[in-house]
């Protein structure tokens, strides 16, 4: 929420099997983006499920988008899955 709109959404999956928590997807309105609001989302979201045991995956060309997670702590796993010749995915964790 910014300024009691909506400004995007969060999906968050967590099994409670010990299994990986899972952010898929993050999605922040174009009018809102660049304000922080994702950064307090992963904020929200880590305390109120804990900080570590995460998964996620982008698409590599999305350079902002992998800023952001490397600024939130998550770390590429060396997993890459190759969709075309222009897109990547690329799999992060933080543990």
């Not at 299994?19 to 929200?44: C, H, T």
Request: charged share 30%.
């Amino acid at each position: 929420m910014a300024d009691s709109e909506r400004a995007g959404v969060v999906r968050v999956i967590d099994k409670a099997d010990g299994s990986r928590k899972r952010i898929s997807p993050i999605w922040i309105m174009k009018e809102y983006r660049n304000m922080g609001l994702a950064q307090q989302a992963f904020l929200e979201i880590e305390r109120i499920y804990g900080a570590d045991n995460w998964c996620l995956d982008t698409i590599l060309q999305e350079k902002g988008n992998c800023h952001l997670y490397e600024k939130m702590g998550y770390h590429r796993t060396g997993k890459i899955e190759k969709i075309n010749e222009q897109m990547d995915i690329v799999f992060y964790e933080k543990n």
